[in-house]
């Protein structure tokens, strides 16, 4: 267990609907990743939060958005979905801002039909 | 440029050893990572090795990098079907964007 929980486990929704991932990062980590594997595209990173500031932007699309909370944890919205848009979201956490250390979750399956 | 490659697949059989490749771009690396897949998992840490380092040896893992050529290799001695997993490499890039960029991950299959 690495300690960082992920919400819902698995998800299906319909194309052009909206939905948002849920994470909570290990106890003390300071750092929230989301990344999203394909298998096409393999693990692609999408976004970094430090301490509720965004800290650095992968390839996120602009129908994604996240943030992080005051409690450290942080969500994914993904809106407009397509088909295309069916993945692995996998949130990690670290301690520091810069890291390579990280601790995944379990991941959200989203399926868009 | 920030560029990963692996293989996508290796087969070995229970108790031989497993040789993992990994290629990377970036000159600015300063860590390099191993992480393991389980099927239906999260990525896991395996190891690391700093880039100032040729060999970093944990129990039945051997890390090693050739800066120069910049590959990097995982070796897995006495290969247990527990080990069948996708393993990923990672180079940790310490230009401006301090991003952790994964390579596609190589599925490892030990065959009993």
């Known amino acids: 267990d690495s300690g960082v929980t992920q919400t819902p486990k698995h998800l299906i929704t319909a194309t052009g609907q909206r939905v948002t991932l849920r994470c909570s990062p290990r106890s003390g980590d300071l750092s929230v990743y989301w990344y999203q594997q394909s298998l096409d595209q393999g693990l692609q990173f999408l976004i970094q939060?430090?301490?509720?500031?965004?800290?650095a932007k992968g390839n996120i699309l602009e129908r994604f958005s996240a943030q992080q909370f005051p409690d450290l944890h942080s969500e994914l919205n993904l809106s407009s979905l397509e088909l295309g848009d069916s993945a692995l979201y996998f949130c990690?956490?670290?301690?520091?801002?810069?890291?390579?250390?990280?601790?995944f979750g379990e991941g959200s399956r989203l399926t868009v039909l | 440029g920030e560029d990963v490659e692996q293989s996508l697949f290796l087969s070995v059989r229970e108790g031989d050893s497993s040789v993992i490749n990994c290629t990377y771009t970036d000159s600015s690396s300063t860590y390099l990572y191993w992480y393991k897949q389980e099927p239906g998992a999260g990525l896991q840490l395996l190891t690391y090795i700093f880039s100032n380092m040729d060999m970093k040896q944990d129990q039945r893992l051997t890390v090693l990098l050739n800066k120069k050529d910049k590959h990097l290799s995982l070796r897995i001695a006495d290969t247990q079907t527990g080990d069948s997993a996708i393993y990923f490499c990672?180079?940790?890039?310490?230009?401006?964007?301090?991003?952790?960029?994964f390579g596609s991950g190589t599925r490892l299959l030990v065959r009993p």
């Open positions: 990672a180079e940790f890039l310490m230009d401006s964007s301090y991003k952790l960029i």
């Open positions: 939060y430090y301490n509720g500031e965004e800290r």
């Open positions: 990690a956490s670290s301690l520091y801002s810069q890291a390579g250390e990280l601790f």
